[in-house]
Structure formats: structure tokens, C-alpha cells
């Protein structure tokens, strides 16, 4: 830092319209070490596009500008970013610090950029804030202070990195000449005791008093050079103040994301509407997610107990006969008793089970004693309802046999009918009853059965009842005394040994002409109608996503036309671009992950109540033992969060990279 600042033939133009601006027209000046420089001049003379060329936030067009060895007029972007972040400190005229950012933090920016950790900044932030009499200013934000508290703040952040030089540009433009004063002598003494090169730009002859030399510039040249003082003072003692390398690092990435977090609550409405759009996203698609994976998995479950090696065996019917509405069509082989024998027979095959279903809407009456009792006749209290049910308990007795079962089992609700005082289901078991069937047109007749087993369940009039019981009742209504022989069973359940001997089975039943259905098959469709299901509300989800994203988008576009000068301050404090655009796009990432959150929670509730109202709906019509059906395993909680994320990130990328690509110094003029 003992290397001079020279400046020859320095020229800067710029472009307006089709005119091209002559800003510096030639301008040749050293500048020594620890020397304290005003430039002065009338407004447009160049002063400030000569601050920015020191400053490395700019380029020249022709000449050369060396500072301490480094050639800035060839120095490439990146040279020059480190330039500012290590050998140069800015003081503005309207101050610029960070809105959400506190004295002490707006300090340690600088120390913040060079990848400083927190704690060591803030020390010599406040040490520095101490030294510039704003000890009892620390923990105020910057609209809780003065116009003369939030410039000695500024000074102090154009300190904190002990840099070389020090750039002011109108440092007292928006102060009174009192507070004005006190800056000036501030910036004096700092010139003293540090030994820093200070330049400043002014156009009030009483802060041009207080440097060593006085620039005058006019239309870009430089007109006169007066020094205040007889000898250029050769920097006085300057203090040892320990020169603290700084890392080599850029900013940290717990910085960025604290930096980020701060941002965003300056704007909460804003951010927090922009975050519901990917709130709705992710609500919907959470919901429609986990009811694909929970009754995925309750299908699946209840498939499981009923038994994947079961095949269901109709009867096939003659080509033509089916369609006539007037004649009951007659299976081509009758699942007959015979059939069944023959089922029974094959290899792999462990057990067949026929179903026989009576006429609907049969009126059939139980005595056991006492009065006739209305009855309602099913089948295995609904254990085959694929998908609900499988909920009843047997409490006494035990199921109806497989094959060619005989007796009959009750519902608790009416065996509680048929108890006498003291007796429990147990009882019953064994006790003979009447079935009385009738005939629409009055005909009875009496059927005796058994009692086998009490079932849990709800209902007071249901009962299943053996093979041989329907088969006697349907032979009576049809009056068809060999009906069974003529048109069979209307199913037959076959179980293969295992699961492996499934399509052998199947196989051999196909060669008999019948018709057959596994569980497997079944469950194969119902996966794909799911899955299917799964993917079109996955992608009503993703839609509402995409609005979202488009609404991040918008959202950090606005927040960088707002802070377009605060990216410049940030670029002339020593942000390099990628910096500046890992802020913006973690931004971004952040409004998403916020919406992502809540989404996810209200997901997840809107799932349970959905489930909850379902539930109702399934015990009031009578089923139960249904599971839950809106599932959220973790996958789908951390795969929704990343996603909102990267949603928010995808959308944050252009405007971030607007930020990124922003000119410091036409970012510094906005406003
Ligand atoms: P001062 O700070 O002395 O008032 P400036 O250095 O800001 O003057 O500007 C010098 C001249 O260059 C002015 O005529 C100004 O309009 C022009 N100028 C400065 N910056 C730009 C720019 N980015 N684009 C176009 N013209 C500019
Ligand atoms: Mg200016």
C-alpha cells in the first residue's frame, strides 16, 4: 500500500443516443499514499465518473489508472471486484446502508464479503463503531438514526477492512454543515491515523478546506490543482494498527442465507402471497399424492388377506343367449358338482370353494323358539368386499366349512335375539332353526339348519348360510329340484397351492372353457388405474406449480427493480456477480421452501380430514376396518419440500442473473 495512484491521459466516454458523452478528457494526476484529495468542480465536470474509475467499479476508454501496482484499465472483472473488496472503501452521499441489516452488521458487510466469520466481524465492527462515537448505535437499524449517525456508519464500513484508499462521493450532500463538519474531521483523522489514501468529491469550498490538495475539474479536464497545506505532509506517525489479512474466500454460504432471510421480510406481504401460490401447488399435490399411496396401500392390503393365490372360476356363457333379455342364458359347462370333483382333482389346485347366490330381495324368515325372525342371507359378511371390509370377528362357533358346507351363521345383533337370560353365544352353537322362504305369491316352506358361529358385525338380521341350505331354497323357488346339475354354482374360488402355481392353474381352467379371475390380475389393473389416477392429480398440482413458479419469478423481479442501488452498493463493497446472484436465487429457493412448508402441513391436514370424512361415510354405510387412507410417508414430505425449492430456485434463476449482470455504477445512479 506504499505504491502511488497514477492516472495517465485518462479518458472516459460515454454513449447517449447516438451522442457520445466526453465525461474525462485527459486527466494525469499522482496521487501519493496517506494523501487526503478533494476533488471539486461543477456539477457534470466528471467528478464522480473519476471516484468510479478509482474505485474499479468502472473502466476507462483510453489511458492508463494504476493503483498500487495494479493496472485497473486492463484489469479484468474479477481482479477488479477483489480490488474493491480488499483495497477500497466507499462512503456515498445518501449513505446506502442495508435497510434490514443493524449498525454493527452494515459494518461488518465488507468483512462479511471477504468471508470473515460473524463473531470476529462483529468485534471489529464494534470496536470501529466505538471509535466513530456510535458505541450506544449498535443494535439500530439504519431509519432509527441520524442523517450525521448513519454517514459515521458508512465511514466506519468504508474503514472495516483497513483498505488502502477510501472513496467519498459528496459525503456531506444530504447533511447539514454541522453534522457535515463533524464527517469531514472524522475523515480527517481516520487520513491521519490510519495512513489512508482519501478521496473526496465535493463542491462545498468548506469540506475541500479540510484536504491536502484540491482537484479542480471542468468539463472533464483538470482545470487546477491547489495544495492547502505548503508541503505535501509526509504521513504522519501512522498508527500500527495489526493489518488483519483477509481470507481470500468469498462470502459464506450461511451468510448468503441469512442475508436472504433478512431480505425477504422486508417485503412479508408480498413474499408471503407469492409463497401461497406454491402453497396451493403443494396442498394439492401432497393430497393427491398421499390418497394414491394410502388406498394404494389399503387395496393392497386387503387383497393380501383375502389371498392373491385365490382364482375366481364363472361359468363361460353361449356366443348370443347372454343378450337375450328374456331367457336366463345357460352356461356352456355348469360349474355342477361334477366340476367341481374334476377342479378338485387338478394338480396345484388346494381347495375349491363354490359360491352360490340366492334370488334377490328372497324373503326368508328364522325361528328358534320363538317368533320368525326377518333375515337378510350374505355371503362371508363381506370378507371378499375388496378394498373395505374384512372387519367382522367370529365370537363363538367357527366359519362355515369349505366346500360343501352345512349350518348357518348369525350376526351378534340377532343371535342377542335368540339368547334367554344367562346365555351366551355358546349356547347356540349347535341349536337347530327354521328358515321359512316365501314365494312372492304366498307359498312357504321350511328349511332346518344349524347354528355354527356368531359373528361380530353390524346389522341385527344379517346371516350366511352353508351350500347345501341355498342350494335346497334355490332347487324350491325355481322349482327345478336338479338346479344345481342344470346351471351350477354362480362361482367357484380356487385356491392354488401357491402363488408361483397361479398361471398354471389358470391355465388348465381356461382348457375346461371357464372363465377365470385372479386377485393378481385384478390388483395388476387397479395399480394402473392408480397410479393413472396418481399422475393426472399429481399434474393439476404440478400446473398450480407452475403458476407459482411464475409468481416467484415476478415477485424477485420487483424486488430487484426496488433494490437495484443496493446491488450496487453491494458490487462496490466487493460483491462479485455469482455472489450477488447466489443471494437472489436463494431467495427465491426460500420463498418456494417457505411455500413448500406450509403446503406440506396443510397437505397432510387437508389428507386426514378428507380421510376422517371418509371413514364416517364407510362406517355409516357399514363397513369397517377400513385403514388409513391418506398416507405421507417421508419421501413424498421431503421429495414435496425439494421440490417447492427448486420450483422457487428454477424461477428465481433469470431474475437473479438480472441482478448478477447489473452495472454497479448505472445500479449506484437509480433512484
Ligand atoms: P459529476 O459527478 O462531476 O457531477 P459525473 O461524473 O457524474 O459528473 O458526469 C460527467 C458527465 O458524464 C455528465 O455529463 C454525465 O451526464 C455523464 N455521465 C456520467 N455517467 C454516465 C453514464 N453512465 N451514462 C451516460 N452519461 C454519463
Ligand atoms: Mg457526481
Known sequence: MTDAIRLTNLRRAFQRGDMAVQALRGIDLTIAPGEFVALVGPSGSGKSTLLNLLGGLDRPSEGELWLAGLPLHTAPEKERTRHR?????????????????????????????????????????????????????????????SGGEQQRTAIARALIHQPALVLADEPTGNLDSATGQEVMALLQEMNREQGVTLVVVTHDPDVAAYADRIVRLRDGQIAEITSAVPEVAP???????????????????????????????????????????????????????????????????????????????????????????????????????????????????????????LPFGIDVALTAGGDPLPVRIVSGFGEMNFGFGGGSDLVAGQDLAEG?????????????????????????????????????????????????????????????????????????????????????????????????????????????????????????????VLSLLQALLGSVGALALLVAALGVANTMM???????????????????????????????????????LFGLVFGTMLGRLVDWIAHRYLISEGVTGVGQLSVVPPWLALGALAFAALIGLLAGLYPAARAARLDPVTALRAE
Not at 354354482?489 to 372353457?513: F, K, S, T
Open 558 to 596: 420487483m424486488a430487484i427493480y426496488e433494490r437495484t442501488r443496493e446491488i450496487g452498493v453491494l458490487k462496490a463493497l466487493g460483491a462479485a456477480p455469482a455472489e450477488i446472484r447466489r443471494l437472489f436465487t436463494v431467495e427465491a429457493a426460500l420463498i418456494g421452501l417457505i411455500g413448500g
Open 404 to 528: 360343501d358346507s352345512q349350518g348357518i351363521i348369525l350376526v351378534a345383533g340377532l343371535a342377542d335375539q335368540l339368547l334367554a337370560e344367562g346365555q351366551s353365544y355358546d349356547d347356540l352353537i349347535g341349536r337347530t332353526v327354521v328358515l321359512t322362504a316365501r314365494l312372492p305369491r304366498g307359498e312357504t316352506s321350511d328349511f332346518s339348519s344349524t347354528i355354527v358361529g356368531v359373528r361380530n358385525s353390524p346389522g341385527r338380521r344379517t346371516i350366511d348360510l352353508g351350500l347345501q341350505e341355498r342350494a335346497a331354497i334355490k332347487a324350491w323357488w325355481f322349482g327345478q329340484p336338479d338346479i344345481l346339475e342344470s346351471e351350477g354354482y354362480d362361482q367357484l374360488v380356487v385356491r392354488a397351492a401357491n402363488l408361483a402355481a397361479v398361471p398354471g392353474v389358470i391355465e388348465q381352467l381356461n382348457e375346461m372353457n371357464l372363465q377365470t379371475q385372479s386377485l393378481e390380475a385384478i390388483l395388476d389393473v387397479a395399480n394402473q
Open 235 to 357: 504521513t504522519p506517525e501512522v498508527e500500527e494498527t495489526a493489518v488483519v489479512a483477509l481470507p481470500g474466500r468469498g462470502v459464506r454460504q450461511r451468510d448468503i442465507m441469512r442475508t436472504a432471510l433478512r431480505n425477504l421480510q422486508r417485503r412479508p406481504v408480498r413474499n408471503i402471497l407469492t409463497a401461497m401460490g406454491v402453497l396451493i401447488g403443494i396442498v394439492t399435490l401432497v393430497a393427491m399424492v398421499s390418497f394414491g399411496v394410502g388406498v394404494q396401500r389399503e387395496v393392497q392390503r386387503n387383497f393380501e388377506t383375502v389371498g392373491l393365490e385365490n382364482v375366481f372360476v364363472s361359468p363361460q356363457y353361449a356366443e348370443g343367449d347372454a343378450f337375450d333379455p328374456f331367457a336366463s342364458p345357460k352356461p356352456v359347462s355348469p360349474l355342477n358338482p361334477a366340476l367341481v370333483e374334476e377342479i378338485r382333482a387338478l394338480p396345484n389346485v388346494l381347495s375349491v370353494d363354490p359360491q352360490l347366490e
Open 85 to 145: 473488496r480488499q483495497r477500497v472503501g466507499f462512503v456515498f452521499q445518501s449513505f446506502n446502508l442495508l435497510p434490514r441489516f443493524t449498525a454493527l452488521e452494515n459494518v461488518a458487510v465488507p468483512l462479511m464479503l471477504a468471508g470473515v466469520s460473524r463473531p470476529e466481524r462483529e468485534a471489529r465492527a464494534e470496536k470501529l463503531l466505538q471509535r466513530v462515537g456510535l458505541g450506544h448505535r449498535l443494535h439500530h437499524f439504519p431509519a432509527e438514526l
